[in-house]
């Protein structure tokens, strides 16, 4: 039960909804959201699921967890996004 809450935490934090929330959303889709998830947000979670560790560790609660995960995923995705639509639009530096 404990690491599906963990679980449903970081999908929130990441996805803005749990993964029941998910499914009901997506019946006819095969899988999990993760299954469905970018490259990037695969490496965001995997970032994620690091820090949640660490944030635990230090004793913080699950809503102030909740707050510091969403923030980092935010800018983490908004940083890969970006570097990747640069990559692909030829603004890059070789």
């Known amino acids: 039960m404990t690491y599906a809450s963990e679980a449903d935490l ?4 990441l996805f803005g909804r ?6 009901d959303a997506n019946p006819k889709l095969d ?3 993760r299954d469905h998830a970018t490259i990037e947000q695969l490496l965001v979670l995997a970032n994620l699921e690091s820090l949640n ?3 635990i560790h230090m004793g913080l ?6 707050t510091k ?7 983490q995705m908004r940083t890969l996004t970006a570097s990747a639509a640069r990559l692909l639009g030829g603004g890059g530096k070789a």
Do not use: D, K, Y
């Open 53 to 55: 560790a660490e944030l």
């Open 69 to 75: 995960l969403n923030a980092i995923a935010i800018r």
């Open 31 to 33: 899988g999990n959201m």
């Open 18 to 23: 749990t993964a029941r929330q998910w499914r």
């Open 10 to 13: 970081l999908n929130v934090a």
């Open 61 to 66: 609660p699950s809503g102030e967890r909740l």
